[in-house]
């Protein structure tokens, strides 16, 4: 486990290249939960379009601990994963818009359709961003404990 | 207008999780905030059973505070994507009967952060708390 300020080099590629990403938080009751999530690495931290009012957004503004844990794709678990804890901070309009911009989400293949309605939520203020700052970065890999 | 409901059916939500073989296990570090790690799963009688490394931070905290979630997801594409998180207190199984059912069902060759050969322990979630979604029934698409 590293501190945030010396995440290794393969670790901080592998979270740059991930997009499966699950987001752990805290329900009123303190339990964890995990939201799978479209992650964004970028400027050091790791991001996540949400909705302003989805549960997890909730959740992060009530208790901003949290976890994530970024695998190599959707085909099985892949051979390597990145486990990050920190504490979300909730961005809104252009600094939300920015970060997310920084990782080169608006330049990905996907649904265009879907991409410009998050953006334009996101203008509207329906829409805003979470992003962990890492505390604590842990490499997985396969055979490793 | 109230948000179209995009969960899936429980019957739905079982044979997803049935076909996981793994998920995403989140447990609660010593101070209250959350821990993921990758788990081997299985869902048979009832419950979603998963392993961790016996002795590991994953079972120390389980042992410390019961209270844990699994998750897993698929994106085949964007109106396909699904996932299911099963919420609960963990218990650990000690029949070893049951145990000897399950753990066969348990395959963590290659799961990142597990080491080969390690020895297994089996925990299990009840299924009375699950939030699940299925993008294929969201009907505003654009």
């Known amino acids: ?50 909705y302003r009012k989805a549960a997890k957004t909730r959740n992060a503004v009530r208790d901003p601990r949290s976890c994530a844990l970024a695998l190599e794709g959707y085909a099985g678990a892949g051979a390597r994963a990145v486990v990050t804890r920190g504490r979300l901070q909730l961005l809104e309009g252009e600094a939300a818009a920015e970060l997310l911009g920084a990782g080169g989400a608006a330049a990905r293949p996907g649904n265009p359709g879907v991409a410009k309605r998050a953006s334009d939520r996101l203008a509207e203020g329906k829409r805003v961003v979470l992003a962990i700052e890492p505390a604590e970065v842990e490499l997985l890999r396969s055979g490793e404990a | 207008m109230p948000r179209e409901s995009i969960a899936m059916r429980r019957e739905e939500w079982e044979d997803f999780l049935a076909a996981q073989r793994f998920v995403v296990l989140g447990t609660l570090e010593p101070d209250g905030g959350p821990w993921a790690r990758l788990a081997p799963a299985a869902l048979l009688a009832g419950a979603l059973y998963f392993g961790v490394p016996a002795g590991s931070r994953d079972e120390r905290n389980l ?5 844990a979630c699994c998750a897993s997801d698929e994106f085949p594409s964007y109106y396909e994507i699904r996932g299911a998180t099963v919420h609960g207190r963990a218990r650990r199984v000690s029949d070893p009967a049951l ?17 080969p050969g390690g020895a ?19 009907r505003n698409r654009v």
Do not use: C
């Not at chain 1, 945030?4 to 997009?19: F, G, K, V």
């Not at chain 2, 009375?128 to 993008?135: N, T």
């Open chain 2, 63 to 67: 042992e410390r505070d019961p209270r």
């Open chain 2, 99 to 115: 145990a000897a059912r399950v753990g066969p069902r348990l395959d963590a060759r290659g799961l990142p952060g597990w080491p």
């Open chain 1, 1 to 50: 486990m590293s501190d945030a300020n010396e995440i290794p080099t393969e670790a901080s590629a592998l979270l740059a290249q991930s997009r499966r990403v699950f987001l752990l938080t805290l329900r009123p009751d303190g339990s964890p939960t995990a939201h799978p999530m479209t992650g964004n690495f970028a400027r050091g931290r790791l991001a996540f379009s949400s």
């Open chain 2, 120 to 138: 297994l322990a089996i925990w299990s979630l009840p299924l009375d708390d699950v939030f699940s979604f299925d993008f294929a029934k969201i």
